[in-house]
């Protein structure tokens, strides 16, 4: 009915070359954003090319060739497939529909050649194209129609069934509009794959033009005292990040601190005279220097604080030296998390 009173209000204008359009726009949470755009029969009436051209020239547009059963033997003149190759040579976003399979289910001729195409089989400008068959719309509708829950869905499973007993031979994954949507969401995918690495590549160059105005805009924010603050805050921590990723995951010369600790400090502290040092007569000597040579005290606490102190000394080079070595790797890791900072490489006087 909303197609008829549409019809009905444009047939004044209506002579094969008129450009108004019809919108009908239909909303669903569960499926993409998708415009169809239907064309005019165009081996039926005389039709613009040009018009045809502006929506059949865009890559992300689907082409949809639509013919009769009754016309299959003849697909190879068909206009529709002609236009259909001149705009997508390589067939990789083109779907060829076989309609109204039903009204030539008598023609053994027709379903040859619709069956010829399913299978693959048809002429050779056919042979890059997906095909599917489905039988005429108004029987569809019509059997949709029966006001249950499920109608829409019981309608395409009687779909299925009727093509399945009319085309024997055919594949059954090509037949109805399950197969139709299949088809569809294939197209679609592939569409993406191809225009996603250039979706990808202007994001990219966009997310550096953005890059580059918020740079602008922050060091013209640096002219201010609270923008000076504001950027060396945030420049801390991702200087930190980077830092603490050094440290804790040995990133770069991260393992060396846990090698001066655990292989060069500990051999160094084993090659003191630790031994020499607590000899008992080194440690009587010394118990005795310290305390004055008082045989009779019975707690020398000088002796053992000047005993504990000998064994300090013995151990600070060992120590500075580890230490010396975990500096000049500190050294390195913080010019490698500075390197690492974006932000550090455009404001020069904060990486210094």
Known sequence: ALRHSLQDRLSKSSSGKNRDEIYLKLRTSTAPPLKLIDLPGLD?????????????????????????????????????????????????????????????????????AVQALLLNQGPPKTADIPWVALIGQSVSIASAQSGSENSLETAWRAEFETLKSILTGAPQSKLGRIALVDALAQQIRKRMKVRLPNLLSGLQGKSQIVQDELVRLGEQMVQSAEGTRAIALELCREFEDRFLQHITTGEGSGWKIVASFEGNFPNRIKQLPIDRHFDINNVKRIVLEADGYQPYLISPEKGLRSLIKGVLELAKEPARLCVDEVHRVLIDIVSAAANATPGLGRYPPFKR
């Open 44 to 112: 039926q009436r005389i039709m613009d090319e040009s018009m045809i051209s502006d929506y059949a020239e865009r890559n992300d547009a689907v082409l949809l060739v639509i013919v009769p059963a009754a016309q299959a033997p003849e697909i190879a003149s068909s206009r529709a497939l002609r236009l259909a190759k001149e705009y997508d040579g390589e067939g990789t976003r083109t779907i060829g529909i076989i309609s109204k399979i039903d009204q030539a289910a008598s023609e053994q001729k027709a379903l040859a």
